[in-house]
Protein backbone atom coordinates (compact mmCIF):
# COMPACT_ATOMS: atom_id res chain seq x y z
CA UNK A 1 0.00 0.00 0.00
CA UNK A 2 1.64 3.13 -1.22
CA UNK A 3 -0.86 5.76 -0.41
CA UNK A 4 0.70 7.45 2.50
CA UNK A 5 3.55 7.87 -0.30
CA UNK A 6 1.75 8.08 -3.32
CA UNK A 7 2.72 11.68 -4.77
CA UNK A 8 6.36 10.81 -4.29
CA UNK A 9 6.09 7.41 -5.77
CA UNK A 10 4.12 9.84 -8.79
CA UNK A 11 6.70 12.64 -8.54
CA UNK A 12 9.82 9.43 -8.90
CA UNK A 13 7.67 7.86 -11.81
CA UNK A 14 7.36 11.19 -13.89
CA UNK A 15 10.62 11.68 -13.67
CA UNK A 16 12.02 8.57 -14.38
CA UNK A 17 9.54 8.60 -17.81
CA UNK A 18 10.84 12.50 -18.12
CA UNK A 19 14.08 11.53 -18.64
CA UNK A 20 13.65 7.95 -20.44
CA UNK A 21 10.53 8.35 -22.56
CA UNK A 22 12.47 7.42 -25.48
CA UNK A 23 13.81 3.69 -23.49
CA UNK A 24 9.90 2.85 -22.05
CA UNK A 25 6.70 1.65 -23.68
CA UNK A 26 4.69 4.61 -22.49
CA UNK A 27 1.10 3.51 -24.18
CA UNK A 28 0.09 1.63 -21.35
CA UNK A 29 1.06 3.92 -18.79
CA UNK A 30 -1.89 5.81 -16.90
CA UNK A 31 -3.06 9.23 -18.13
CA UNK A 32 -1.52 10.79 -14.85
CA UNK A 33 2.12 10.32 -15.50
CA UNK A 34 2.37 11.59 -18.57
CA UNK A 35 2.52 15.24 -17.61
CA UNK A 36 3.51 17.09 -20.73
CA UNK A 37 6.84 19.50 -19.08
CA UNK A 38 6.86 17.72 -15.79
CA UNK A 39 9.28 19.92 -13.87
CA UNK A 40 9.37 20.78 -10.08
CA UNK A 41 11.83 24.13 -9.20
CA UNK A 42 13.17 22.35 -6.19
CA UNK A 43 12.72 19.22 -4.44
CA UNK A 44 13.94 17.98 -1.29
CA UNK A 45 13.39 14.58 -0.04
CA UNK A 46 14.41 13.54 3.20
CA UNK A 47 14.96 9.64 4.10
CA UNK A 48 15.49 8.59 7.74
CA UNK A 49 16.95 5.21 8.90
CA UNK A 50 14.60 4.98 12.00
CA UNK A 51 11.19 6.01 11.73
CA UNK A 52 10.78 6.41 15.72
CA UNK A 53 13.58 9.17 15.99
CA UNK A 54 12.19 12.74 16.63
CA UNK A 55 13.92 15.64 14.56
CA UNK A 56 12.38 18.66 12.88
CA UNK A 57 13.46 20.47 10.13
CA UNK A 58 13.41 24.23 9.26
CA UNK A 59 13.45 25.82 6.04
CA UNK A 60 14.70 30.05 5.96
CA UNK A 61 13.26 31.63 3.14
CA UNK A 62 15.27 34.92 1.74
CA UNK A 63 12.63 36.88 3.31
CA UNK A 64 13.36 35.14 6.75
CA UNK A 65 10.28 33.17 7.13
CA UNK A 66 10.73 29.73 8.58
CA UNK A 67 8.70 26.58 7.91
CA UNK A 68 9.46 24.08 10.71
CA UNK A 69 8.92 20.39 9.56
CA UNK A 70 8.21 18.43 12.74
CA UNK A 71 8.76 14.51 13.17
CA UNK A 72 8.16 13.80 17.05
CA UNK A 73 5.40 12.13 18.39
CA UNK A 74 3.71 15.32 19.51
CA UNK A 75 3.07 16.60 16.56
CA UNK A 76 2.70 13.87 14.03
CA UNK A 77 2.35 10.45 16.01
CA UNK A 78 -0.31 9.57 13.35
CA UNK A 79 2.84 10.01 10.87
CA UNK A 80 5.23 8.09 12.68
CA UNK A 81 2.78 4.84 13.44
CA UNK A 82 2.11 4.75 9.76
CA UNK A 83 5.33 4.81 9.16
CA UNK A 84 6.49 1.70 11.40
CA UNK A 85 3.80 0.09 10.01
CA UNK A 86 4.09 0.51 6.37
CA UNK A 87 7.71 0.19 6.36
CA UNK A 88 8.29 3.63 5.01
CA UNK A 89 10.29 6.69 6.45
CA UNK A 90 10.71 9.68 3.73
CA UNK A 91 9.34 12.94 3.24
CA UNK A 92 9.37 15.25 0.00
CA UNK A 93 9.36 19.16 -0.06
CA UNK A 94 8.60 21.20 -3.00
CA UNK A 95 9.69 24.29 -3.42
CA UNK A 96 8.17 26.74 -6.84
CA UNK A 97 7.28 29.84 -7.68
CA UNK A 98 8.64 30.55 -3.96
CA UNK A 99 11.14 33.38 -2.52
CA UNK A 100 13.74 33.53 -4.76
CA UNK A 101 17.53 33.95 -3.43
CA UNK A 102 19.55 31.95 -0.62
CA UNK A 103 17.64 29.40 1.25
CA UNK A 104 18.56 27.71 4.59
CA UNK A 105 17.89 24.51 5.71
CA UNK A 106 18.51 23.49 9.04
CA UNK A 107 18.45 20.46 11.46
CA UNK A 108 18.49 18.85 14.84
CA UNK A 109 17.28 16.00 16.69
CA UNK A 110 14.47 16.54 19.49
CA UNK A 111 15.29 13.26 21.65
CA UNK A 112 18.26 12.58 23.22
CA UNK A 113 16.68 8.87 23.86
CA UNK A 114 18.95 6.04 22.41
CA UNK A 115 17.67 3.12 20.60
CA UNK A 116 18.91 0.25 18.95
CA UNK A 117 18.77 1.49 15.65
CA UNK A 118 20.88 4.72 14.51
CA UNK A 119 19.10 7.48 13.24
CA UNK A 120 20.73 8.68 9.85
CA UNK A 121 19.16 11.28 7.90
CA UNK A 122 19.98 11.37 4.05
CA UNK A 123 18.83 14.88 2.80
CA UNK A 124 18.90 15.37 -1.48
CA UNK A 125 17.85 18.25 -2.86
CA UNK A 126 17.43 18.43 -6.75
CA UNK A 127 16.95 21.67 -8.48
CA UNK A 128 15.04 21.72 -12.50
CA UNK A 129 13.28 18.44 -10.78
CA UNK A 130 12.48 16.05 -13.93
CA UNK A 131 14.01 18.37 -16.34
CA UNK A 132 17.48 17.46 -18.61
CA UNK A 133 19.33 20.34 -16.51
CA UNK A 134 18.27 18.47 -13.39
CA UNK A 135 21.05 18.87 -10.85
CA UNK A 136 20.89 16.53 -7.37
CA UNK A 137 23.08 16.71 -4.07
CA UNK A 138 23.36 13.88 -1.28
CA UNK A 139 24.28 14.44 2.39
CA UNK A 140 23.71 12.25 4.83
CA UNK A 141 24.02 12.93 8.61
CA UNK A 142 24.16 10.98 11.62
CA UNK A 143 21.10 12.71 13.89
CA UNK A 144 22.43 12.32 17.31
CA UNK A 145 25.18 14.15 16.60
CA UNK A 146 22.36 17.02 15.99
CA UNK A 147 20.81 17.88 19.35
CA UNK A 148 21.01 22.04 18.86
CA UNK A 149 19.92 23.50 15.48
CA UNK A 150 22.76 22.83 13.07
CA UNK A 151 22.74 24.58 9.15
CA UNK A 152 22.46 21.02 6.83
CA UNK A 153 22.53 23.04 3.77
CA UNK A 154 22.26 26.68 2.07
CA UNK A 155 20.98 26.62 -1.81
CA UNK A 156 20.10 29.33 -4.06
CA UNK A 157 16.81 29.02 -5.85
Given at each position: DFTPIEDIVFNEFRSLIAHHKNKIDYKTLPSEFMVAGFKKDVRIVLEYTNPQSEFEVQFVSPSKKYFTWQHTY??????????????????????????????????????????????????????????????????????????????????FY
Open positions: FDNADLIAQEIEKGFALKEFILEDNDYGNWIVNVRQTNDAETATPTYLKYTIYKDYGTPQETKKVKVVDLSNHNSKVTLDRF
